[in-house]
């Protein structure tokens, strides 16, 4: 029963991890390859998860290896993915990193070819969850050399990643990248010393650790990225620091947004509602005609004068659409005449 439980949390958590990588490129597509590299590293824990998971349930062990293959696959992708971004960061030159990568691509269709060949692994069934030994020793250690020259050369590319940092939030954030890695370290102990625990469930503590580093990868990336300048990222402090008034009504003339200079040059109080009738001298045919373009598309300025202060002024609005096509809302700007 304890192996049902193992499956069904690994299964869970490479379903996340894809997810959650998704969600991730649709959100930060202004941040290019490091969006898509998070993308990259969600596959490949959804695949090293979600394989292992479904060979713990197989019952069938004829037919085991085949999703024992793909959680393979997972493993050393991850691995060659996260190189591959390392590479990127560095800016190594595109035949270096075709040299590099094209060499451990071809190790690890080997390690494909010879660890995850049905005659490498003993597969055995528990009660509730089927498990394997090792019996090719010349594949497991073929499988092993591959982690191990990974693990050298992730970690001089980490290092020299660090090390060409010059701003300390830079440097946190590719420490922290460093430093999640050694939770793999960790977790291949038990299998490479072959305790109890991972001769019965040998795919479960490296499987949940490349969830861990991915989860940890993904909330440095989050939280480095907000220091990074996007459209995203500065659009609040435009917002609010920007000395122009801004303003964003709906089709009724509500004021669902201002600025700080604008509350100041317009008077809008937090504690009651503002609609542009309130604000502007304009007529019930004169506000009705604007929201009505704004509905349409329209998009131009009108002619005005501020009621709190009596200045001319001239609005501009933009229009926001909706995944629909249709008008959601509008921005204002408020320009005074001199």
Known sequence: ????????????????????????????RENGYTALYVFFFSVTV???CMGYSIMGFMPNLD????????????????????????LFELKRRRGIRMFILGFLLIYLFFDLLIFG?????????????????????????????????????LLFHGIYWYKSKKIQRDKVFSLEIILSNFILLVAAIPDT?????????????????????????????????????????????????VEVPVIIFDLEGKINLSNP???SMLQITEDADSYLRSLFSLSDVETLHLL??????????????????????NLHCTIKKDNLGETFCVIGTVLVKN
């Open 1 to 28: 029963m304890f192996g049902i439980i193992l499956n069904v949390i690994l299964f869970s958590i490479g379903f996340l991890a894809l997810v959650t990588g998704i969600a991730f490129l649709l959100q930060e």
């Open 46 to 48: 959804a695949l090293t």
């Open 63 to 86: 037919y085991a290896f085949i999703p024992r293959l793909v959680g393979l696959f997972g493993i050393d992708s991850f691995l060659i993915v996260e190189l591959t971004f390392l």
């Open 117 to 153: 060949n049905p005659s490498a692994l003993s597969y055995i069934r528990y009660e509730w969850h089927t498990s394997y030994e090792n019996t090719n020793k010349g594949a497991h250690l073929f499988h092993y050399i591959f982690i191990s020259v990974m693990i050298v050369i």
């Open 193 to 241: 010393l072959n305790l109890d625990f991972s001769h019965k469930y040998p795919t479960f503590g490296y499987s949940a650790a490349t969830a861990v580093v991915f989860f940890s990868y993904w909330f440095s990336v989050k939280s480095h990225i907000k220091f990074t300048p996007t459209v995203k990222n500065v659009s609040q402090e435009v917002f609010t620091s």
């Open 261 to 263: 200079c604008a509350k």
């Open 292 to 313: 009505t373009r704004a509905k349409n598309g329209w998009k131009g300025a009108v002619k005005t004068i501020i009621k709190a202060s009596g200045q001319a002024c």
